[in-house]
């Protein structure tokens, strides 16, 4: 199915708002996690913020597949931070 014009709007914004505040969030909880951290309350607040809106871009990601790519490298990303922040709360 092709891009439709409010795809094209949305993709925009989600992508601006990805680089400007999400990628740089993320970035220092990865930098958190990976010193051996834990995640505090507005840490998780934030991350379960973020599996909710890329629930909801799912449909917008599988109508342009051109973005499953960078979906899922972002997705990797949050898994590894979640991965890393859980191996450091059981004490590895």
Do not use: C, W
Not at 9 to 18: D, H, M, P, Q, S
């Amino acid at each position: 199915m092709p891009t439709t014009p409010d795809d094209q709007g949305t993709i925009v914004a989600l992508l601006e708002r990805f680089r400007l505040q999400r990628l740089p969030h993320a970035m220092a909880l990865k930098e958190k996690v990976d010193g051996g951290g834990k995640l505090d309350e507005a840490d998780l607040d934030f991350l379960s913020q973020v599996f909710d809106d890329m629930r909801d871009v799912t449909p917008i990601v599988d109508r342009n597949p051109e973005l499953e790519e960078l979906a899922g490298k972002i997705s990797a990303l949050y898994k590894d931070i979640t991965s890393k922040a859980l191996a450091n709360e059981q004490g590895n």
